[in-house]
């Protein structure tokens, strides 16, 4: 990773992604933090759809980073994220969305889940949410920013907000599963909120905003 600052100006950046809730967070946090609106592929042309076919979510985000860097010639930044089980090899991980299969719904993804852990002793639940996030600039090194949430899975769904298998994840310091945090506390404790953080130092030690 590059040390020195780049004198890069750029009056917004985009976000590879077209969900409009995920725009929405990371548009919040950079417009209030560094004053740097954020805009996604429903807002600008010319970005090829991405094949997410990559090993790790750090090759999946750089994938669609600099995917979208060399259409648009402009900043991008992306991420990837999902669960991750050690006792079950790391899985759902890349696969987290489509867990039990292409067109699975969350609650397919987190029966088959639970399926799964049902072969493993209790002490082989811990699991993680990981989220990274790439920024790709045109003429730039692509720098990459890694945020993660320990904890366990529980037996059966436990609240009402949130999703994927947020029901399912249990946090040990809230004493709660993430769906049962209300949605401002998930936002400053969750595996991607950590990652917009460093993404918030990566900016402000690297470039001139």
Known sequence: M??????????????????????????????????LPVVDLTQVAG?????????????????????????????????????VVPALNGAPGVYSARYAGPDATDEDNNRKLLAELSRKPDKSRDAMFVCV????????????????????IVDQPR???GFGYDPLFFVPEEGKTMAELPPERKNEISHRARAIEKLLELFRSQFAL
């Open 2 to 35: 590059k040390t020195q600052r780049t004198e890069w100006r750029w009056p917004d950046v985009v976000l590879a992604t077209r969900n409009r809730h995920k725009t929405e967070e990371f548009d919040a946090v950079l417009r209030r933090e560094l004053g």
């Open 47 to 83: 970005v090829p759809d991405v094949l997410e076919d990559g090993d790790t979510f750090e090759a999946n985000a750089i994938k669609k980073a600099e995917t979208a860097m060399r259409a648009l010639n402009r900043p991008v930044i992306a991420d990837d994220s999902g669960l």
């Open 133 to 152: 996030i790439a920024l790709a600039v045109p003429g730039e090194e692509t720098r990459v920013v890694r945020g993660e949430c320990h904890g366990r």
């Open 159 to 161: 609240g009402a907000y």
